[in-house]
């Protein structure tokens, strides 16, 4: 089932699982305000019942970063308002509480490879590229790089990726953590699509935590990151997931989680 109240993503759902597919070939699926607002309105909402998510995009490239053909001149605060935006969105994808598989082809540059590092399995296909070319374009990046990219690669790496607008292919992304696996052509969809069935199959409120409190956890002090784990521990181990999950492996047959 597709959705048309889209312009620049296109929305499709099987049973609990949704595909969206960044739609903008023409400029290699580059982010404008447009787009933005529109991933926006998908992750605030998304449809009931969906339990993962495909994040692609259309054309060979999943998103070359932001459009400078329709990038606007802002005045400072104008421009901090615009980057909280930017922030706020990938939160959603990040935390939203839906669990993000990325199909990565061609261009992941710039804002793209911010949006990418916001979900929570990264595939890469032998054309993808990632770069982060704004020293090149006098800018800086604005949609979360220095936190969730910087804490991927860490600083060094990244300054240096910056300095020199060095990219990397799906081999060196997932050596550095930017892609968790690295495909063949036209492969990337199809392993999407049985890890987020595998995924979608998982307890919901397990996934739940697995998303919230992971990297909450690696922000905190030693302790209290032992703390808040047996605090999550005690939470999923006493609800109906575990106890379907305890059931199922008594029984000797694969769990049904509601």
């Known amino acids: 089932m597709s959705d048309s109240a889209f312009k620049t993503i296109i929305v499709e759902t099987d049973g609990d699982i949704a595909t969206v597919t960044i739609n903008r070939p023409e400029k290699r699926n580059a982010m404008n305000d447009a787009l933005i607002d529109e991933l926006d309105r998908f992750f605030s909402k998304p449809p009931k019942g969906v339990n993962a998510v495909i994040l692609a995009g259309n054309g060979g490239h999943f998103c070359a970063g932001l459009d400078l053909a329709e990038h606007e001149q802002r005045d400072p605060i104008d421009g901090v308002h615009h980057s909280r935006n930017w922030h706020r969105v990938s939160e959603l994808i990040e935390f939203g509480g839906l669990p993000v598989v990325s199909v990565l082809t061609g261009a992941v540059i710039g804002g793209g490879l911010e949006i990418a590092s916001s979900t929570h399995v990264r595939i ?67 392993l999407a699509k049985k890890l987020a069935r595998k995924i979608a199959d998982n307890a919901p409120f397990s996934n739940y935590l697995m998303i919230q409190a992971l ?44």
Not at 151 to 161: F, P, T, Y
């Open 124 to 190: 890469a296909e032998p054309s993808v590229r990632f770069q982060l070319p704004e020293g090149r374009r006098g800018i800086f990046v604005g949609g979360g790089a220095t936190v969730r990219i910087g804490r991927i690669l860490g600083a060094d790496r990244m300054r240096e990726m910056m300095l020199t607008g060095r990219n990397y292919g799906a081999d060196e992304g997932v050596a550095l953590g930017l892609a968790h696996y690295s495909v063949g052509d036209d492969e990337a969809m199809p």
């Open 215 to 258: 990297p909450r956890i690696n922000d905190m002090s030693r302790t209290d990151g032992m703390f808040t784990e047996s605090l999550a521990a005690a939470m999923s181990q006493t609800s109906d997931g575990a106890k379907e999950g305890l059931r199922a492996f008594l029984e000797k047959r694969e769990p049904k989680f509601s």
